[in-house]
């Protein structure tokens, strides 16, 4: 099939939709860009304890400040940390949301 590639992963990628598909959640309920949005409005909640809140900030400053682990002036290394730190920063932050805050807010967005 033309446009038909295999990761080194196995997994058959047809297109950037396919992607988008894949990096959907374990229950499959809403996307990845809908769970951004979902852990945002989770911090700006009151209910929200501080520290995720901190990290929320100092991810956003990391990717937006100039100083960086590797500089962005390296073109595809530079950019990398900055994927990694903010993949790894909401994996944490995910992980320190009261579980209750995210699923009331996720089930708004599955409406």
Do not use: Q
């Not at 990628?13 to 959907?24: E, P």
């Not at 990391?62 to 990694?84: E, H, S």
Request: aromatic fraction near 10%; include cysteine; hydrophobic fraction near 45%.
């Amino acid at each position: 099939m033309p446009g038909k590639k295999t990761n080194h992963v196995g997994i058959t990628v047809h297109s950037f939709y396919d992607i988008i598909c894949f990096m959907k959640n374990k229950n499959n309920s809403i996307g990845f860009f809908t769970r951004i949005y979902v852990y945002i409005r989770a911090l700006l909640d009151k209910r929200t304890p501080v520290i995720p809140k901190i990290l929320g900030i100092a991810i956003i400053a990391y990717i937006i400040l100039p100083f960086d682990l590797i500089p962005d002036t390296i073109p595809v290394l530079g950019w990398m940390d900055d994927a990694a730190i903010a993949a790894l920063g909401i994996f944490i932050i995910s992980k320190l949301i009261p579980k209750t805050i995210l699923d009331e807010y996720t089930k708004k967005e599955e409406k």
